[in-house]
Every structure is written in C-alpha cells, then in structure tokens.
C-alpha cells in the first residue's frame, strides 16, 4: 500500500509540473500583449487613377524662329504669337482646340500691316512623369492665314497707296512636345517646341518651322478615371 500510495504521489506531481510549464511559457514575456495592443490601424493609401479627368483653359505665347526677311526683305521683326487653348483629359487623352496669331500694325516706313495665325481641334496624351511634372505629345490640325500689306509711293501722286503683297490661306498641322509643372494644384504652367507643317496655299512651305512656347494652363485634374 505504502508503495502504491508514492507511485500515486509522484504522478500527481509529474502532471502537476506538466500543466504548469505552458503557463510559465505564456507568462515568461509580459511584454507581448503590449506589442499587440501597440500597433495603430491607418487607413489604406489609393493608388493614383490611370490619368483621371481633368479640365484646363489659358494664354499662349509662341516665339517664331520664322524669319520675316525670308518672305521680304523690306520687313525685319521677331514674331511673338499670342493665343489660347483649351481642352479636356479623359484618362490622359486629351482633346480640345488652339489657336494663336501675330498682328504688325506699321511695323516700318514700308509696311501698313502684317499677320499671320492659325487655329484648329488638338488631341494628345499627357501622363504624370513624377509627382506635379507631366510630359505631353499632341498635334494640332487645323487652318491658317498669312496677310502682307506694304504701303507704296506713286510718282506724281499725293497721298499713301496700300499694296497686298501676300494673302494665303492654308492647312496646318503642328506637332507638339511639352513639359507641364503644376505650381498650384489648379494651375499647370508648360514649356513646349513644336513645328509649323502648312499644307496648300501658293508659298506656304516657306513658313514650315519651329516655335517655342510658354503656357499658362488653369484648371482641374483628379482620379475619377
């Protein structure tokens, strides 16, 4: 009896060391409901949308390396064409319509006047490079004119006659290559080269060339697409 009574003994302490090891375990590391308890929730980050919607208007202003002398030696001028655009992006499409144009009223002693413009429906692709700065191709088709007027002496004559040295109408495509930063959220300001590609018109290849140009684009672009 003494005998069985020890063997019950010692088993009760055997399963007594067995149940209290995993609590030792669990108790070893105070510390590991306060990890859990640490950790803060935030809401998750979205993704950008593929090229959202956005709507933008403003002024143009082209620099013409298109050499006046070129069409007539008697006028000399830089040409600065000033403008506007607008258009809407649609997933970074964009589609809208420009226009921009030169007018030289008496720009000399042998000139009444001088224009040139054009205008017409632009589509392209615009898409963020990196945050606030977007790279953008598009191309314009559409029409333009070209208007010389030249004042002219008669002999025996009083008074001041006009001579219309040039008058040409054309279609134009203009490709466009533009880098835009947007300062403020609703303002894109862009700096672009494109090139003059009139089609038609007696002479109008001689006013093929390239420009340079400021835009100052205001507006909205957000994800919704």
Same mark, same amino acid.
């Given at each position: ?33 306060? *990890? @859990? ?50 258009? *809407? ?87 466009? *290559?533009?880098?835009?930063?947007? *300062? ?11 090139? @003059? ?29």
């Amino acid at each position: 009896m003494r005998f069985l009574r020890s063997e019950l003994l010692g088993l009760a302490l055997l399963g007594s060391v067995l149940l209290l090891r995993p609590l030792c375990a669990q108790t070893d590391n105070p510390d590991t409901n306060d *990890v @859990w308890e640490d950790i803060e929730l935030t809401e998750p980050v979205l993704a950008p949308g593929p090229g959202g919607f956005g709507i933008y208007g403003g002024p143009i202003f082209e620099y013409s390396t298109l050499k006046t002398t070129d069409l007539d030696p008697d006028l000399d001028h830089t040409l600065l064409l000033t403008g506007g655009s607008g258009y *809407v992006i649609i997933a970074n499409w964009l589609v809208g319509c420009a226009g921009a144009g030169v007018t030289l009223n008496n720009p000399n002693d042998r000139y009444d006047r001088f224009r040139l413009g054009y205008g017409g429906f632009i589509t392209g692709y615009d898409r963020y490079l990196f945050k606030d700065l977007s790279g953008r191709v598009l191309m314009l088709v559409g029409g333009g004119d070209l208007e010389m007027v030249k004042k002219i002496n008669i002999p025996n004559h009083e008074g001041e006659f006009l001579e219309r040295f040039r008058k040409e109408d054309f279609f134009l495509t203009k490709g466009e *290559v533009s880098i835009g930063y947007n *300062v403020l959220p609703f303002t894109d300001i862009r700096a672009a080269a494109s090139y @003059w590609y009139p089609i038609g018109g007696e002479n109008a290849e001689d006013l093929r060339g390239w420009t340079f140009g400021l835009r100052l684009m205001l507006g909205f672009r957000n994800n919704v697409f």
